[in-house]
């Protein structure tokens, strides 16, 4: 079975740019979360996808968005980056909209300069 | 919210010996901890969890064990290899979706 994929591996932007990152979920998983991992505040929950609604939503400003399309992909974007942004985005894909295992990607680098 | 902190951020130990990873958390609806282990470019990979109606899973080489009245949760691994160095997460997460919490990880070095 395949694993999250996510695309691109690798992103470097400007400051005030947009972004859009992409994550496949392993087959018959419905749930996929985001999370934003950068050395100083860890990994940080961005929010979580089920069923095309989003479920549940981190502490990140309004410049984070999401959505999740009828076959459990997700697309997360980011608008006006700022070099903070910078930091490894991961996706994780679940099987049920419950606390259940999650199965993370490898992650977007996002460099903002 | 949940607050999850992990102790040690760093640990050596030699190979073949044991390694202790403790994490505490305080919202006491919180009711499923797993564990990650991160390799270098990669992503976090599930190594073991655990959910509050159990005190103790093991599988293998790692075990984790949970105590709900004092909100901690701790991983061993027995008999340490140098493959299993890697940086380990803590996670908690209650029954209302998938937004987990995540300790600050701990940097383990196994010393062949």
């Known amino acids: 079975k395949a694993g999250v994929t996510q695309t691109p591996r690798y992103l470097i932007k400007t400051r005030g740019q947009q972004v859009t990152l992409s994550c496949s979920p392993i087959?018959?998983?419905?749930?996929v979360s985001w999370y934003q991992q950068t050395p100083g505040q860890g990994l940080q929950f961005l929010f979580e996808?089920?069923?095309?609604?989003?479920?549940n939503k981190g502490n990140f400003p309004g410049r984070f968005s999401g959505r999740q399309f009828s076959n459990s992909r997700s697309e997360m974007n980011v608008s006006t980056l700022e070099l903070g942004d910078s930091a490894l985005y991961l996706c994780?894909?679940?099987?049920?909209?419950?606390?259940?295992?999650?199965?993370f990607g490898p992650g977007t680098r996002l460099t903002v300069l | 919210g949940e607050n999850v902190e992990q102790h040690p951020s760093t640990l050596s130990v030699q190979e073949g010996d044991s390694a202790v990873i403790k994490c505490t958390y305080s919202d006491s609806a919180s009711n499923y901890f797993p564990w990650y282990k991160q390799e270098l470019g990669k992503g976090p990979q599930l190594i073991i969890d655990i959910r509050s109606n159990v005190g103790e899973k093991k599988d293998q080489r790692i075990a984790v064990t949970l105590n709900k009245t004092a909100k901690h949760f701790s991983l061993h691994i027995t008999e340490t290899q140098p493959e299993d160095s890697a940086v380990y997460f803590c996670a908690a997460s209650e029954n209302t979706g998938n937004q987990f919490y995540f300790g600050t990880g701990t940097s383990l070095t196994v010393i062949p």
């Open positions: 996808y089920f069923s095309e609604t989003q479920r």
């Open positions: 087959s018959g998983h419905r749930s």
């Open positions: 994780a894909s679940s099987r049920s909209g419950r606390p259940n295992e999650q199965f």
